[in-house]
């Protein structure tokens, strides 16, 4: 058995480390008189950001700093290190795993899956979050998008964790986001499943399989499966 997963928003809380870490910088980007980033911000223009490929090669840092050159024409370098400095203490000191991710890795060990990690971000980023959150051990192989150019819109690292184990069956995709992991897994003929949580959690899901609300539900069909 063969199980891809997901890490942000899937695994962890992503979306919710963001957000604490931006409202903890609203009153420094007030400070420095930042106020069309104030307002980028409260007006969720970062949506836009969504749709944009190439971004999911990078890290926070890049994309800080690609919103900063879209907003403004001239940046206070050390402006932005303060920004970003604070940023990273306070999303790391909240970046947690989700009560059921320990339970669940174990439970497929003890089944003897084969499991893959599918990452968008830069390297650096998604390899100091495993770091943090200490499940490295956990994966055979982990795929990030800033190591091999490509991102999840596109099904080019869903292949190449298939071509690692290519004997392992079935297949399970498990993700936060419909168009890019339950979409990837499709390409592959996995079983997907969508975990409502995170960022994505309203979306229409197009291409799962199964829409679950954690992954004590998404065990439950995997071994729902391997019994039919």
């Known amino acids: 058995m063969l199980v891809i997963l997901?890490?942000?928003?899937?695994?962890?809380?992503t979306w919710d480390a963001a957000r604490i870490a931006i409202v903890r910088l609203i009153p420094t980007m007030l400070?420095?008189?930042?106020f069309r980033m104030f307002a980028y911000i409260i007006t969720k223009r970062y949506r836009e950001l969504e749709e944009l490929k190439e971004l999911h090669v990078l890290d926070f840092e890049e994309i800080f700093n690609k919103i900063m050159d879209k907003i403004y024409e001239k940046v206070d370098k050390e402006e932005v290190r303060e920004m970003m400095e604070l940023f990273d203490r306070t999303f790391f000191a909240n970046l947690r795993l989700y009560d059921d991710v320990i339970p669940f890795l174990n439970e497929l060990k003890k089944m003897n899956a084969k499991i893959v990690?599918?990452?968008?971000?830069?390297s650096t980023w998604q390899r100091r979050k495993l770091e943090v959150l200490g499940i490295m051990e956990y994966f055979d192989k982990v795929i990030i998008s800033g190591e091999t150019g490509h991102s999840k819109h596109e099904p080019y690292n869903f292949m190449l964790a298939r071509k690692a184990f290519p004997k392992e069956e079935p297949v399970f995709v498990i993700g936060d986001r419909d168009d890019?992991?339950?979409k990837?897994?499709?390409?592959?003929?996995?079983t997907t499943i969508l975990v409502?949580?995170?960022?994505?959690?309203?979306r229409r899901a197009k291409h799962?399989?199964?829409?679950?609300?954690?992954?004590y539900e998404a065990l439950e069909v995997i071994k729902d499966e391997l019994k039919s």
């Open 117 to 122: 990690l599918v990452t968008d971000s830069s």
């Open 31 to 34: 400070r420095l008189r930042k």
């Open 6 to 13: 997901d890490l942000d928003d899937t695994l962890c809380n």
């Open 196 to 202: 409502r949580r995170g960022y994505f959690k309203g």
């Open 208 to 215: 799962a399989d199964y829409i679950v609300n954690s992954l």
């Open 180 to 182: 890019t992991d339950m």
């Open 184 to 190: 990837g897994g499709k390409a592959i003929h996995a």
